[in-house]
């Protein structure tokens, strides 16, 4: 099992930036496929982007693509979630989540990841 704390959300301007931190626990993080999933309020969640095991694949959102980039560090038991160029629509609490499954086309999907974290509120003011 596996116990994920997001940190690093907070209120910014349009235009600016923020990253986001998953701390993971367990000494298994690097068997897991990582992803990020925001929800706003009154919507569904929906996926941001996702990250294999060792790193050497992403996935996107069309709409944030060139915008936001995942990364992990399986040292630290950290994934991240770099956020350029905000814009007020992107306003949602961020999860982070944790798939026991290798790499798949499946990463878009809530129901593919095993363990979440509790989020952490972005909020871009205009």
């Known amino acids: 099992q596996v116990q994920l704390v997001e940190s690093g959300g907070g209120l910014v301007q349009a235009g600016g930036s923020l990253r986001l931190s998953c701390a993971a626990s367990g000494r298994t993080f690097s068997r897991y496929t990582m992803g990020w999933f925001r929800q706003a309020p009154g919507k569904e969640r929906e996926f941001v982007a996702a990250i294999s095991l060792s790193g050497g694949s992403t996935g996107y959102a069309d709409s944030v693509k060139g915008r936001f980039t995942i990364s992990r560090d399986n040292a630290k038991n950290v994934v991240y979630l770099q956020m350029n160029s905000l814009k007020p629509e992107v306003t949602a609490v961020y999860y982070c989540?944790?798939?026991?499954?290798?790499?798949?086309?499946?990463?878009?999907?809530?129901?593919?990841?095993?363990?979440w974290g509790q989020g952490t509120q972005v909020t871009v003011s205009s």
């Open positions: 989540a944790a798939d026991r499954a290798a790499w798949s086309g499946l990463y878009t999907t809530t129901d593919a990841y095993d363990y």
